[in-house]
Each structure stands twice: as structure tokens, then as C-alpha cells.
């Protein structure tokens, strides 16, 4: 049983498809208070007050400031057809320890939803401590538990679900992922905004530049995004919508990425984890 379901697992995942998110994660609202930008100030990495002039720079902390934090992402991708129908759904959610042991929540759904899970629509759990790997998948009306090893590829290891996965699958990452969405939006307002005693900056723009961030539409249109970002650097949160064209049908697209308890995320053992072993 657990060579079947690792051998389904593994080839599962080494074909991942561009993430894409349905339904919704629900998340605190932030608490901030709006306050003027001082002028002529590096606000952050690649940051003025005239926009992000420099989007590798700003992508690029971002990655740095994480490398050895703990934290929780959360990813919502949603695309749905001009009359509402889901085409392709993701949600996720990873809680990453500073040892690298993580827990991971995915569900997929749509017709060309993505197909790491199998054929949507799928739910499964993934944990690990870096030595043990297991997950918990449903699809239809079964539920496998087993262990399973990572590919040489990295599919199923932490970097995966934190790197991989959140930012469009295949060779993503959130270095290329931020670079891209900052260089082809451009910033029309920021406000600084103080929040349980830090700084962090509200971004929101809607002028389209280009459109790095995709590659399977065309004609991408109504373009809008926001994002926090960090005197450090780090892209606390974004959402990102348009609309785009693709085997001559229209699609909105929502795309939203959080990052929650830096430096204070820790992962416990599923309780279906002994069930997995056996």
C-alpha cells in the first residue's frame, strides 16, 4: 500500500501544475493606522516614495529576511469564467518550523485546476520533520495515509510547499514571483502604516506595465494590487487581480499570498500521523 500510494504521490507531484486558488482562507484583519510617507526616504528594500524602483532588490530581501524565520503562509489562487464557474482553484496553507519540520494544508479544485494532488478536486495534509514524510489525501470518496519520499527535485520537501507551490509550481519561486508582479505593476500609492510596534508600508497600483507574472494569458486587463511590505523588506502580504484571455475565453484571476507569526511558528505531529506510519 505504501508503494502504490508513494509511486501516485511522487508522480503527482513532479507534474504540478501553475497553482491556482479556490475558495478562501480567512485571516485576521490587520490593525493599522494610515500616517504620512516621509519624503525623499528609503522606505524599504527597492522602495520610495515614488514606488518600488527596484523590484529585484525588493524581492530579493524579501527571500533573505525569511531564510531562517518561522512563519505561516497562506496562498489563495482563484480563476473563474466570465459567467462565475471555477476554472482552476488553490488554497494552502504552511506552517514552516525554524528547524525546517512542516505542516502543510492544500485543496484543489476546477477542471484545470492543478493536478499535484491528482484530479481535482483533492484535499491532503502533508507533514514532515525532515527524516519522516508523511500525508493524508483525500480524493472522491477515499482517504490514503501513508509515508512517502521527496523527489530528487525537491517536490514534497519543505521548499516546495513554501517556494514551489504558493508562487505558480513547476520552477517558480517567490524571488522570480515578487520581481515579476513589481516590475510589471506600477506602485500608484503607499501609506505607511504602524502595527503592534512596527513599520510596514501599504502599496496599491493598477497601471499595467507589462505581464511578467504570466505566462498562460494573453490580453491581461483590469489589473489591480496591493501589498504590504516591511521596512525589511519582506512582502508581508499581496493581492493580486486581473483579467486575462486564454483558449478564447475570459478568466478573472484573484491571487493572494500572506505571511503570518514570523518568528513564532511551530509544527506539531497531525493526529493522523501514527495512522500514516503503520
Known amino acids: 500500500m505504501r508503494t ?30 494610515p500616517a504620512p510617507v516621509p519624503a525623499d526616504e528609503t522606505l524599504a528594500p527597492g522602495v520610495t516614495r515614488e514606488g518600488v524602483v527596484s523590484p529585484e532588490s525588493l524581492a530579493e530581501a524579501h527571500t533573505a529576511a525569511l531564510e531562517n524565520e518561522s512563519y505561516t503562509l497562506i496562498a ?3 480563476e473563474r469564467y466570465a459567467n462565475g464557474t471555477v476554472r482552476s482553484g488553490l488554497d494552502l496553507r504552511v506552517e514552516l518550523a525554524t528547524d525546517r519540520s512542516y505542516a502543510s494544508q ?16 483533492a484535499g491532503a495534509g502533508f507533514w514532515s520533520n525532515g527524516s519522516v514524510y508523511v500525508r493524508r489525501l483525500a480524493r472522491g470518496n477515499s482517504t490514503i495515509y501513508n509515508e512517502f519520499r ?10 516546495y510547499w513554501v517556494r514551489t507551490v504558493p508562487f ?9 514571483f515578487y520581481t515579476g508582479v ?48 516591511t521596512e525589511q ?13 486564454t483558449d478564447g475565453a475570459t478568466v478573472d484571476i484573484e491571487w493572494r ?21 503503520q
Not at 6 to 29: H, K, Y
Open 4 to 33: 502504490a500510494a508513494l509511486v501516485c504521490l511522487l508522480v503527482v507531484l513532479a507534474g504540478c501544475n501553475a497553482p491556482a486558488g479556490g475558495g478562501s482562507v480567512e485571516t485576521p484583519a490587520e490593525t493599522a493606522t
Open 76 to 78: 489563495n489562487r482563484t
Open 257 to 277: 499570498v500572506r505571511y503570518q507569526n514570523v518568528s513564532a511558528t511551530t509544527v506539531e505531529r497531525p493526529p493522523w500521523f501514527d495512522r500514516a506510519v
Open 150 to 159: 521527496p523527489l530528487d527535485d525537491g517536490a514534497g520537501t519543505w521548499g
Open 233 to 245: 523588506g519582506v512582502v508581508r502580504s499581496l493581492v493580486l487581480r486581473f483579467s486575462g484571455t
Open 182 to 229: 513589481f516590475r510589471s505593476i506600477a506602485i500608484e500609492s503607499i501609506e505607511q502604516r504602524e502595527a503592534n510596534g512596527t513599520t510596514a508600508y501599504r502599496l496599491s497600483g493598477g497601471k499595467l506595465r507589462q505581464a511578467s507574472f504570466t505566462s498562460e494569458f494573453t490580453d491581461v486587463r483590469n489589473v489591480s494590487l496591493t501589498a504590504t511590505v
Open 168 to 176: 505558480g509550481g513547476e520552477q517558480a519561486d517567490p524571488t522570480s
Open 106 to 121: 492544500a485543496a484543489t479544485t476546477g477542471p484545470e485546476g492543478p493536478v499535484f494532488l491528482g484530479r481535482p478536486p
